[in-house]
């Protein structure tokens, strides 16, 4: 898994170079490059959500389209239109910016339910069905999508079914002291975004997607993924659990994980640093624990302690 650790160091380090001191969301990112999987960016404005997107496009040198999601957007300004072409008498499909490697779309709490669907197939499927006719999608294919948790207002939350098919869910955050500084210091004269530029093959991508697969778990750590999930079914603060797509999702992100640190097998420690960021976001509160200030995230940190590896299962 060598060739996976260099190809994907050097998109990290590329990165550092606009976001500064964040490393473990840059690599996060990188694993949903990896797994061909879908991140949702959860943060307050200004800590760097667009421009993480940008720099992760701009190192790949893969196509990259911007989508500003608002109330009157429509699924077709999302996925495309078929127009009628008056000399040849054809409808004529022209793509919407669904039609890139990698799609921003910015605050897709903004969108109305109807355009939110729109980004279902796309996301599920990797296509795209305008006027009875299905389109595919360029391959690799990623969504990056980021809102905001603080201002609800004139937003549409995103329904479980679309929540499930994130990835992951990170969070950027804000930079320390220090790192702050350095921020500030690399604007002085050129915004750092400007002076990134393609560190590697975009093409070579999904032979790497392939070849994570192969990184090898072992039976006593699929079990424990399994317990883990199946852990948050019957949890008694959580009112919805992980769908089988959960546990598929920690398992690809777990073999990606690996790949990142050269390895070409999962470690129970590759499946904690992941276990929340791939399964928080699919769990649903209980309403009565909600007003005991309970998170998905505690209980998960909670399931963490509490399902053990099953030593004698090696």
């Known amino acids: 898994m060598e060739e996976a650790r260099q190809y994907a160091e050097r998109i990290i380090e590329n990165v550092e170079r606009v976001i500064v001191g964040k490393r473990r969301a840059i690599e996060l990112t990188v694993v949903a490059l990896l797994c061909e999987g879908h991140v949702l960016i959860e943060d ?22 911007r989508l500003q999601c608002t109330p009157d957007l429509l699924p077709n300004d999302v996925t495309g239109v078929s127009i009628f072409n008056q000399k040849t008498g ?9 039609f890139a490697n990698i799609l921003l779309a910015d605050e897709i709490n903004r969108a109305t339910p109807r355009t939110q669907s ?27 999508a980021t809102q905001n948790p603080i201002e609800y207002e004139g937003t549409f939350p995103l ?123 699919r769990l649903i509160i209980r309403p009565e624990s909600a007003l005991r200030n309970r998170t998905t995230e505690q209980v998960m940190e909670e399931l963490l302690e509490r399902v053990e590896l099953d030593i004698g299962e090696m």
């Open 44 to 65: 307050v404005p200004g800590v760097g959500k667009t421009m993480l997107a940008r720099a992760i496009a701009i190192s790949l040198g893969s196509t990259f389209k």
């Open 90 to 98: 054809d409808f004529e499909f022209r793509p919407g910016p669904a």
């Open 118 to 144: 729109a980004l279902l197939e796309c996301m599920g499927e990797h296509q795209v069905t305008v006027d009875g006719l299905t389109h595919r999608l360029p391959h690799p294919f990623l969504v990056l």
């Open 159 to 281: 329904p479980e079914a679309q929540l499930d098919r994130f990835l992951i869910r990170l969070r950027i955050g804000y930079p320390g002291f220090e790192d702050e500084g350095q921020m500030l210091l690399n604007l002085q004269r050129v915004h750092p975004i400007e002076t990134i530029g393609q560190i590697v093959d975009g093409s070579r991508l999904p032979h790497l997607q392939r070849r994570v697969w192969e990184v090898h778990i072992d039976d006593t750590v699929r079990n424990y993924i399994v317990r883990l999930v199946q852990g948050t079914r019957t949890h008694p603060d959580l009112a919805l659990g992980a769908s089988p797509r959960g546990s598929i999702a920690l398992f690809k992100s777990a073999q990606a994980w690996a790949a990142l640190r050269g390895r070409s097998f999962v470690l129970p420690d590759d499946v904690k640093a992941l276990a929340v960021t791939a399964l928080a976001h």
